[in-house]
């Protein structure tokens, strides 16, 4: 029984792990270089094409910048955003100096603009290595979001999947809890509660990719790794569960009947 005990504290533990992906998502953005590649970007919206310049890398200086620039800023709306958010955030360290990448998404009351800064610090100094901007017709959580509008048989086929494997899982649980078995409970507790051999797929693009070395708690899950990113849906095996299910008559441990003596 304690072992059994353990078995579930362990897994309790790892689902109160399972954090908010949107939480992890804004701890991970470096504010001062989010800030500043916001107040990069107003710079081209404004036209103050000097302070852009100063902040560029010199060796990125090309006569043909300020040309580059004018063209930038006629790629923005008129007026100021309605909404400005980080939706991607990278950052890699190297012996010579941090580099950010960061993508912000613009909302006009007509249009999205996508934009991608890179920034990179060194000696203490932050300097602007690229930006780059892309027009949108809607917003990247609009085209993200998650429904059924548009989707063929393989969205409802991995939709059903997602919710009838946890079932499943969950069935195969609490039936092995009940179960009086001959051997270690515990170790097949743990073998149920998991899913073998990821399957990931993107919701938005219907695309997907095999993980075969993984395993998926309860054997199914989704998430977004941002706040406008596309939904993920991850699928596993679940193999511990139909393994339990078809050997639980094997694995039951019966007691032994005494025989009754019969009065003359």
Known sequence: ???????????????????????????????????????????I??????????????????????????????MLPQGAPKSVLVIGSNTMTRAAG???????????????VIAAVTLERS??????????????????????RFTFEGKGALHYIVFALAVVIPMLVVYALVLCVRTKMKQRKWLWILFIAIGLVQVHFNWTT????????????????FAKSGPVAPWIFTLAFPLGAILFLVRRRSLQYHEASLPVAVAE
Do not use: H
């Open 1 to 43: 029984m304690p072992r059994i005990i353990t078995a579930f504290a362990i897994l309790a533990s790892l689902v109160m792990c399972a954090c908010s992906q949107e939480s992890i998502f804004e701890s991970l953005i470096p504010k001062q270089e989010a800030a500043l590649a916001k107040e990069l970007v107003a710079k």
């Open 206 to 221: 219907a695309s997907w990719n095999v993980q075969p070395v993984s395993f998926v708690l309860l054997g199914a899950g």
């Open 45 to 74: 919206g404004s036209r103050d094409f000097s302070a852009v310049e100063e902040a560029l890398n010199p060796d990125l200086r090309t006569p043909d910048l300020r040309a580059k620039l004018e063209q930038m800023a006629g």
């Open 123 to 144: 000696d203490g100094k932050i300097v602007l290595q690229g930006i780059t901007f892309t027009p949108r017709a809607r917003s990247l959580a609009a085209e993200n």
């Open 98 to 112: 941090t580099t950010y990448e960061l993508t912000l998404e613009y909302e006009y009351p007509d249009a999205w």
